[in-house]
């Protein structure tokens, strides 16, 4: 059941902290990472046919075969492999905010609290889900605001997407994927990280574009896996000649446009390319 708890008492700094980006790592899962217990689907299929009743829409579950016989890596799974493989750089993380676009398929608790129980101390755990391409930039909103205020010192937005979805789901993914965004505050590497902006840019289908084939249908963490791509190649993100990079997205069916602004503190140095990853041809600027 939701918690809530009140923030640990911090002395306000003197000057507001820099939150800056340290790490972004991409995930990709197969069946290999799934649970040998993976769970009774039962709770799931129920909760489908609940929700498709009550849309008067036709039961996704008549035929299983999409979940049975499909990869099955619930975001639990996913959670698990990301604790194992980045240990020792979440020792300090007092902040965790998982963002998902779609139910899990493991439907029995929320993945969020088995990473908050996974880590060491006492970190507070937040979870954003069914915002779609915003919910990421909801979540870095959300820990931008409270390293900037002093009151965390570091954070991991987890973005968790998974292909184990009923028949019907609008582009859904192709691979179970996560993308790990470490955050922290004060100097050190890594970008200093801007408060992200998500605009509302009109209402329903007509006032967004038609998706691009190219985005293999990772409408949620598209962005992200392509900036982790960019961070873990041999020139690093394409900042521009001022050393910025606007990461932009937008929703092809909730009414959302997002941006989010990176600007390097180390020298410059690299190859310009580009200044923003977009999983969209065209974005208007975002009050």
């Known amino acids: 059941m939701p918690v809530i708890r009140t923030a640990r008492p911090t002395p306000a700094p003197a000057e507001p902290a820099v939150p800056r980006l340290e790490h972004v790592v991409a995930f990709r899962f197969s069946a290999a990472d799934r649970?040998?217990?993976?769970?009774?689907?039962?709770?799931?299929?129920?909760?489908?046919?609940?929700?498709?009743?009550a849309a008067g829409s036709p039961d996704p579950t008549v035929e299983l075969a999409w979940l049975t016989e499909g990869a099955r890596v619930s975001y639990h799974d996913m959670v698990r492999v990301v604790v194992e493989r980045m240990r020792a750089r979440l020792d300090d993380v007092d902040l965790v905010v998982t963002v998902d676009a779609s139910p899990d398929c493991r439907?029995?608790?929320?993945?969020?609290?088995?990473?908050?129980?996974?880590?060491?101390?006492?970190?507070?755990?937040l979870g954003i889900s069914e915002q779609g391409v915003a919910g990421p930039f909801t979540a870095l909103r959300l820990a931008q605001d409270q390293l900037r205020a002093g009151l965390r010192r570091r954070a991991l937005v987890?973005?968790?997407?998974?292909?184990?979805?009923?028949?019907?789901?609008?582009?859904?993914?192709?691979?179970?994927?996560?993308?790990?965004?470490?955050?922290?505050?004060?100097?050190?590497?890594?970008?200093?990280?801007?408060?992200?902006?998500?605009?509302?840019?009109?209402?329903?289908l007509e006032a967004a574009p038609a998706p691009?084939?190219?985005?293999?249908?990772?409408l949620c963490a598209g962005v992200w896996l392509t900036l982790a791509d960019q961070w873990a190649?041999?020139?690093g993100p394409p900042y521009d000649p001022e050393g910025r990079l606007v990461v932009a997205d937008r929703d092809p069916v909730l009414p959302y446009a997002c941006r989010a602004a990176l600007t390097r503190t180390?020298?410059?140095?690299?190859?310009?390319?580009?200044?923003?990853?977009?999983?969209?041809?065209?974005l208007e600027p975002v009050a």
């Open 35 to 53: 649970s040998p217990s993976p769970g009774d689907p039962q709770p799931y299929v129920d909760h489908l046919r609940a929700l498709h009743r």
């Open 233 to 235: 190649g041999p020139g």
């Open 107 to 125: 439907h029995q608790s929320f993945p969020a609290c088995l990473l908050g129980a996974a880590l060491p101390g006492d970190p507070l755990v």
């Open 158 to 204: 987890l973005v968790v997407e998974q292909s184990t979805l009923p028949p019907g789901s609008f582009a859904g993914p192709v691979q179970d994927v996560a993308v790990a965004l470490l955050l922290g505050n004060g100097p050190g590497p890594g970008p200093r990280l801007e408060r992200p902006e998500v605009g509302i840019t009109g209402r329903g």
């Open 266 to 282: 180390a020298p410059l140095g690299q190859p310009d390319a580009l200044p923003q990853v977009t999983a969209w041809p065209v």
């Open 212 to 218: 691009p084939a190219s985005t293999d249908a990772h």
